[in-house]
């Protein structure tokens, strides 16, 4: 059977606004490169599988790195297989500019998560070599390791590796989908768990972070805009929960003297979805991984382990979500006599965009005659790990139907080369910052 290939480039031309290529910015070279990424990977319903450390993933990265060079920068990797392409500036001890994104899919995932923000970082330094401009500051486009997270359930694994903040210990105690250890997995990819320890970057190198990305959402599509600025990223928090009753025959066991695990677990689901509106409108929760145990058609469920997604862009109501869906799960077990219990795997705490950043990618979206909107991120990006550290912006695209992690997931190449030539802008204004 042929392996499956995608034409990406030829849709994405097709209702392209040729005029946007200017300035050394080409549209023809984004769709193209968006193809070749797109076509690692490629899964039978045309979407995207890159798990982070996997060889797909190093693959696209190998794709990037190849196009750092052609672009005069110098590549580099550290421990946790981040890949830094920097481009030396006139001021060599000034802090650097730092701008990218990932290139590893959820399953199933789409073309621009992630990929479309690489793309757009490397554009910049490939317009200034093209067009023969040097930055005062020098200028580094990052790919980073494992962003989405669906290998070990826990994402944003590179950019926490770069800024130090990697929980080792909980760190090595993972297995991934296929139940093996982290060291076991980051060895496939030529990474050690000593290199990775070390991955930890001194970040009074970097003056600032900025993370081009899809939206997510239908607002700059409502809007009719090509893009909008972040105002702050809501922080992602992963519950894992276990619900525990008896494994027992299903045909011999009453309905009245069951314990079934199943049942308990489908009504706090139901709890979960029913919850976040009674926070706020911004709150969300989701139940996305479920494992049922024995998982036999005529056996009574015994044990659920399910995994949770909570967000919010305001830490408060955030955990009293939190507090609201745990009590929920007290609740259900007490009236079923199943156990209950629940473990914290993730947690990532709201991260504003600095107001002056917000002010700079106004003006560098006027200065480009788009007309600045201001939104907030539900979903958690690599921008919200450095933000901890170091001032973070991020600008996004429009997603049209606010389709994403799916094959659909979709953004017109206009809506990103205007993107493109709003943060190579905006880079440029920081220079003499």
Known sequence: MANPYIDLSERLLKTYDGTLSKNGVSGKRIAERLSVLANIGLT??????????????????????????????????????????????????????????????????????????VLASLEVAQAWKDTGYTPEKSYEVVVFTDEEGSRFNGGLTGSEAM?????????????????????????????????YQDAGRDLSEIETFVEVHIEQGKKLEKAGLPCGVVTGIAGPYWLKVMFEGIAGHAGNTPMDDRKDALVAASAFIQEVSRLPRTVNDSAVATVG???????????????????????????????????????????????????????????VAPSPVPNNLQQQLSESCRANGVEPFKLSSGAGHDAMILGRHIPSAMLFIQSKDGISHNPKEWSELSDC?????????????????
Do not use: C
């Open 289 to 347: 991984n479920i494992q049922v145990k024995p998982n036999g058609t005529n056996v009574i469920p015994g044990e659920v382990i399910m995994y949770l997604d909570i967000r919010d862009i305001y830490f408060d109501s955030r955990a009293e979500l939190i507090e609201k869906i745990i009590e929920a799960g007290k609740a259900i077990a007490a009236d079923t006599g199943i156990s209950f219990a629940y473990e914290t795997v993730h947690d």
């Open 44 to 117: 039978e319903e045309e979407g995207s599988r890159r798990p982070g450390f996997s060889f797909l993933e190093r693959e696209a990265k190998d794709q990037v790195v190849g196009w750092m060079k052609e672009a005069g920068l110098t590549v580099t990797e550290d421990g946790a297989g981040n890949i830094f392409g920097k481009l030396e500036g006139k001021q060599k001890e000034k802090p650097a500019v730092l701008s990218g994104s990932h290139v590893d899919t959820v399953p199933n995932g789409g073309h621009f998560d992630g990929t479309i923000g």
């Open 163 to 195: 800024v130090g903040d990697t929980d080792m210990e909980k760190t090595l105690l993972r297995r991934d989908y296929d139940g093996r250890l982290f060291e076991e997995v980051i060895q496939d990819v030529g990474l050690t768990v000593q290199g």
């Open 417 to 433: 080369i205007q993107t493109i030539h709003v943060l190579k802008h905006y880079i440029e204004s920081l220079q003499n910052g």
